[in-house]
Structure formats: C-alpha cells, structure tokens
C-alpha cells in the first residue's frame, strides 16, 4: 500500500511519519506550503492520503478538487508543535497508524 503523508512545510512531522512507515507500507511525503508543494502525480501515486490536520485536509480539497473525491484522505490531528524525529512525534505517530491499522482504514 503506497501512503502519502502530507503536512504544511514537510520539515517534521510528515517526513518523520514516512521515515517511520516505509517499512511497513511504500511512503512518501510532502508539504502544502513550502518551495516544492505537493503536485497532483504524488497524490495521484498514493492509494491513501495521509495529513496531519483537518486545515490541510481542506486546503487539498481546494487545490486538488477531482482527486480529493477520488482517493481516501485521513487526518491524523498531529498539531505542528513537534521537531522532525522527535520521540514525542514518533510515539504519537505510532499510535495513531496503529489505530488505522486496527480499523482496518489501512
């Protein structure tokens, strides 16, 4: 299963969720505000999308509104007050896609 896990500037929590998952399922990340935002062939790539909050959630439906009907979009509601591989992060993280996994939304 190919998962793309999105948040605004990609720095710390996105690209530290596909750090964490790429064992488990083919990752990917991106931002929505930063130099190189997500295009519609990454989103196209992934069979779920993944974000961070309900904000970038809403903001995909606004830049990407064919796909946004189209793929499976979950929030993980991880504020952005984390720094990249923080072992804070990564336990939420991991709690949170086990929750996923368990409701079999993954």
Known sequence: MKLLFICNQNKN???????MMKTKFETKSAGLFNEKPVQERTIAWADVVIVMEDAQRKELAKRFPK???QKKILTL?????YSYNQQALKEIISRKMKELVNQAML
């Open 13 to 19: 929590r996105s690209t530290t969720a596909e750090e």
């Open 67 to 69: 796909q946004y009907l």
């Open 77 to 81: 509601n991880i504020p952005d007050v």
